[in-house]
């Protein structure tokens, strides 16, 4: 199910029974489209995530920290100076559409009393947030502003009036409830049951639609019309089944069962602890893949050149191997020198180094003697034999050199945009790449910060998300009794468990961690070493994030993303 009309209404029934009454405290902009609200409500604090991305656009409850920007945006600004310290006096859902419209009360400057309206327009790449004056009805600004040129429908700018999408002429399809009247919306001779459903009904995705022709089983009016009754019964009376399915092919999420849809069926508690589980780390994917873009083909580029450097260094060495033929050629040269003279182009003469001693016939260039031919055939020997140890000593240092982008290729997966700057960082402190001036200037002597995350044991353990955070992890903050992991012979991060006793969970747990942080996270029984901190040693001259290590033990672990997911938290 996508984030539809029916998601909509099970998220806002939640966040009704949750928030209604809770008193805004905080109000954060992490990202440019992205608001986290802090809402104190029946004695806890909750985290209100409202999302305007253009493709994971979402309001939900949530677990996750994100990290805030030193200077807010103006309109961060301008929701704190509107909405912290107000009540949220209602939520609710326009129709059945994907809008939510929270109402709060404030005090302004004077003291009196105030209502604004937060909407919430969940609508792909149209989505939007939008904060108005509910007297007035006047938009007071908004995440995203819309000009007229833009769009001929409405303007959304500071002091225009307010106005919903415009109406899609759908029917509610709560209020079907008998099957004569379902059974005269649906023209049963046309077909493609599915794509009508979604077209008149209000809130539907073509996910739901066909669940409901699953459990119709056939195509017949009155049983797919009582397939629709039961599916709307239980959502009216919110009987809500929040559920992610996985398959190999991808990740659903839906509030009712999908019959219709082979996978793992993964149940949660609530609404949004499923949609705080779906999305994770969707949304920083997507955007760091916009904002490093550049980055990423950088990476990949140099990755290819060095592959392909290493294969014509390979190819110059299978010819060294001519070397000793020249060698042979200088001697025999020498053993039959009376058999020459200048001018010859070739001579033909017994090889003695072989047990049948064959005529071989030596190439002689006629305007050099005989000993000055000679002479050359070991000047060619010299000249390859000494190549040899150059070009390996090259293919060596290519391969490092391989290795070193392949790493930063596998931290470039997982990494924040704080990791993808601190790449940028390292390679133009490599000399890969100039020195880019940052828009925020970067604190003094701010430290890197590997990724924290907590054992079922409640130990503390760290993760390099990049190679500054590796090195940072595992020879400044660690201490020589701790346990260090690293995938065997994989590039990932380094692993560090803060304890000098881990229990055998903490380092089953801090070795799925290892594995998730990898190359091979995608793969199973992926071997992880630990080791203590004290045998691992960084070689002089190594690139970033490289370390030889021993007295390690092994062992092999499937990374889980729902463990990750949880470690996190």
């Not at 949750?18 to 809402?39: E, N």
């Not at 793992?264 to 499923?274: A, C, D, G, H, Y």
């Not at 290892?514 to 992880?528: E, I, Q, R």
């Amino acid at each position: 199910m996508s984030f539809d009309g029916i998601m909509t209404r099970a998220v806002t029934a939640e966040l009704q029974e949750t928030l209604t009454s809770g008193r805004i405290s905080k109000v954060y902009q992490p990202h440019k489209t992205d608001l986290v609200f802090t809402i104190r409500s029946n004695g806890k604090n909750h985290k209100l995530l409202i999302s305007a991305n253009p493709s994971f656009a979402r309001i939900h409850l949530t677990e996750h920290q994100y990290e805030n920007p030193d200077t807010p945006p103006m309109f961060c600004m301008l929701l704190r100076k509107h909405l912290e310290g107000a009540f949220i006096e209602k939520i609710e859902q326009l129709d059945v559409e994907r809008i939510i419209k929270i109402t709060v009360k404030n005090r302004d400057e004077i003291g009196d009393e105030t209502t604004k309206v937060l909407y919430v327009e969940i609508m792909g790449r149209h989505s939007n947030i939008i904060l108005t004056d509910e007297k007035s009805e006047k938009i007071i600004d908004s995440i995203k502003h819309i000009p007229s040129f833009q769009n001929r429908h409405r303007t959304v700018l500071p002091g225009f009036t307010y106005l919903l999408p415009p109406a899609q002429e759908k029917i509610d399809p709560f209020s079907i409830s008998e099957k004569e009247a379902f059974i005269s919306k649906i023209s049963w001779n046309e077909g493609k049951l599915d794509k009508q459903l979604v077209a008149r009904f209000s809130g539907f995705s073509p996910l739901i639609a066909k669940e409901i022709l699953e459990r119709a089983g056939l195509s017949i009016k009155e049983q797919v019309a009582d397939a629709f009754l039961s599916v709307m019964n239980q959502l009216a009376e919110k009987r809500y089944e929040p559920q992610m399915i996985t398959n190999e092919k991808k990740e659903y999420f839906s509030v009712i069962s999908l019959t219709h849809i082979d996978g793992e069926v993964r149940p949660f508690e609530t609404v949004s602890k499923l949609l705080d589980r779906f999305f994770y780390g969707k949304a920083d994917r997507d955007r760091i893949k916009q904002q490093a873009n550049d980055l990423e083909k950088y990476l990949s580029n140099e990755y290819e050149k060095i592959i392909k450097k290493i294969g014509k260094l390979e190819k110059e060495l299978e010819q060294t191997v001519n070397a000793e033929e020249y060698q042979r050629k200088g001697e025999l040269l020498t053993a039959y020198m009376y058999m020459a003279k200048k001018g010859d182009k070739t001579i033909e003469v017994e090889d003695y180094f072989s047990e049948d001693q064959p005529l071989v016939k030596i190439e002689l260039d006629p305007l050099k003697t005989p000993a000055e031919n000679a002479q050359s055939y070991f000047k060619k020997y010299g000249k390859l034999k000494k190549s040899v140890s150059i070009i390996k000593d090259q293919i060596e240092k290519s391969k490092n050199e391989l290795l070193y982008f392949e790493r930063l290729i596998v931290q470039m997966d997982s990494a924040s945009m704080k990791d993808v700057e601190e790449i940028r960082e390292e390679l133009g402190e490599g000399g890969y790449l100039k020195h880019r001036q940052s828009k925020q200037k970067k604190k003094q002597n701010q430290a890197p910060q590997p990724e924290k995350f907590i054992s079922s044991d409640g130990t503390e353990i760290l993760v390099g998300k990049n190679n500054k955070q590796n090195d940072y992890l595992t020879f400044k903050l660690s201490r020589a009794n701790e346990t260090w992991l690293h995938t065997k012979d994989i590039p990932g991060s380094h692993v560090l468990i803060r304890s000098a006793e881990p229990s055998e969970t903490d380092i089953k747990e801090a070795a799925v961690l290892a594995g998730f942080y990898s190359k091979a996270k995608n793969s199973s029984s992926v071997p992880v070493d630990f080791t203590l901190v004290k045998h691992v040693k960084k070689p002089s001259g190594a690139k970033p994030g490289f370390v030889i290590y021993d007295n390690q033990q092994t062992l092999y672990v499937t990374p889980d993303e729902d463990l990750v997911f949880k470690l996190k938290k």
